[in-house]
């Protein structure tokens, strides 16, 4: 059954190979049901209902991919996206958290469309491949900025910003923090970062999840010591998980189904929607065809022969994660290590997604797991989206100056989408002044894109 379903042989693999793929896969995104509640929770969601609907949009997601394309990809809500839901809708924009999920199911049913039809390739090809690359990188630095903030590693102070002093007086949330509650944490969340580094050099298997794991180890050793003392009033908790409800998998009510259409008729809403598809799409696409290239998974014109059914298993993902109470469900870049295992089809898929459903029954250990140690998780996935640095031509300034504007927007101004804005416009603007935009052969599209978000800048 599995030979004819999944075509094994054809692609040169065996089930305990695909099997091994799976669960390693899995070993290297299962941070993000730790991140990814961690994060929604500052806009106010249900962290324990966030990681059931993280859970099962990724279960979801996984298996479209399996049966919709037979490739060795795994889908979650994506990190990146779940940072511009959270800090840039919901806190920055002022959106409710409802509303800001009935962005992610519109933008999800837009994708679904376009990866119906040959629409999907005109936007793609509308986007010069330097600007797709500096997306990646301003949303890494964007990342690394926030896993800073939540360890309290940067803090406001006299000079806007700020490094934590351990011996110095230091304010979190309006309240004067003391070494055993921020200050060792900050330690351990930089001691996590250079652990986790580590672990990356040499290449260990799950190397973000057992960083994760170590420095939250380090801190319950700090927490039984007493060099850490939880205090609620500035966010900081007991390190151990609560079992003392069982593991009964979190209610899903307090977000599902919760979408509000009210107050979505505006220009700005529709800048919302279009970063969330612009994000998730070239992510996707990005991410689809760099893993498979390193798998010769391509042809001999360098396409993915099925890409229309994993782009439709990603965009049926978003929608339904959406449903769930959850931001933008893209492919993981990740999946990477499975196919390094030797992954090759949707088998690989089945066997995360099967994993991430046993993960449910686990919450209490997953919702236990503190900022400062899913922080180190944000500032190395910022690492792995800044090295797409590379893929920008800077010998060409034309090109390299309108992505410096993209990839520095996003941390300075804490927004992906004054990132996506600015670097659209200024890519315009500068090669239209120095001659250069017929050179380049910018589409219409583009020309169209530069004009509504300037029409946001000045009227919103």
């Not at 962290?47 to 279960?59: I, K, P």
């Not at 799950?206 to 003392?229: A, D, E």
């Not at 700005?268 to 799409?281: C, K, N, P, R, T």
């Amino acid at each position: 059954m599995l030979e004819k379903v999944f075509r094994l042989k054809e692609n040169g693999t065996n089930a305990r190979t695909e099997i091994i793929a799976g669960i390693t896969t899995f070993m290297t995104m299962a941070y993000i049901l730790a991140v990814n509640p961690s994060v929604l929770a500052d806009a106010g969601m249900d962290q324990g209902a966030v990681f059931t609907a993280t859970a099962l949009a990724a279960l979801i997601g996984t298996l479209l991919m399996a049966f919709c394309a037979n490739y060795p990809f795994a889908l979650a809500p994506g990190m990146g996206l779940n940072a511009y839901f959270a800090y840039t809708v919901v806190l920055g924009m002022g959106y409710r958290w409802e509303v800001a999920l009935t962005a992610v199911f519109i933008e999800g049913i837009i994708f679904i469309v376009l990866s119906l039809t040959n629409v999907r390739e005109a936007i793609f090809n509308a986007i010069p491949q330097n600007l797709k690359a500096a997306v990646s990188v301003g949303i890494g630095l964007f990342i690394a900025f926030i896993g800073l903030q939540n360890a309290k590693i940067v803090i406001g102070g006299s000079t806007l910003l700020q490094l934590f002093s351990v011996e110095g007086y230091n304010e979190v949330n309006g309240v004067e923090a003391s070494f055993q509650d921020a200050g060792i944490t900050v330690l351990l969340a930089v001691i996590g970062i250079l652990i986790t580094g580590f672990l990356v050099i040499k290449n260990v298997k799950g190397n973000i999840l057992w960083g994760i794991l170590i420095t939250w180890i380090l801190g319950i050793i700090c927490q039984f010591t007493g060099l850490y003392v939880p205090n609620p009033e500035l966010g900081f908790y007991g390190l151990l998980p609560d079992f003392s409800s069982g593991l009964s998998i979190p209610s899903l009510s307090p977000i599902f189904a919760k979408l509000e259409f009210s107050g979505i008729f505006s220009l700005e809403f529709l800048v919302v929607i279009f970063a969330f598809l612009f994000v998730d799409m070239f992510d996707t696409i990005g991410t689809l065809i760099g893993v498979s290239s390193k798998a010769n998974m391509l042809d001999e014109n360098g396409r993915l022969t099925n890409i229309r059914g994993a782009l439709l298993a990603d965009a049926i993902a978003t929608t339904a994660g959406a449903v769930l109470g959850t931001s933008t469900t893209t492919t993981f870049v990740e999946s990477a290590s499975g196919v390094s295992e030797g992954g090759r089809t949707g088998l690989t898929a089945v066997t995360t997604a099967v994993l991430f459903g046993l993960a449910l029954f686990l919450s209490p250990i997953f919702l236990a797991i503190p900022s400062f140690a899913t922080a180190p998780a944000l500032v190395v996935v910022g690492f792995y989206m800044l090295t797409n640095v590379v893929n920008i031509d800077f010998n060409d300034v034309s090109e390299a100056l309108p992505c410096y504007i993209c990839i520095g927007a996003m941390p300075f101004f804490y927004s992906i989408s004054e990132g996506i804005s600015m670097g659209v416009i200024s890519y315009v603007v500068l090669n239209v002044m120095t001659g250069k935009a017929k050179e380049k052969k910018i589409s219409l599209l583009m020309y169209v894109l530069a004009v509504l978000f300037v029409l946001k800048y000045l009227f919103l």
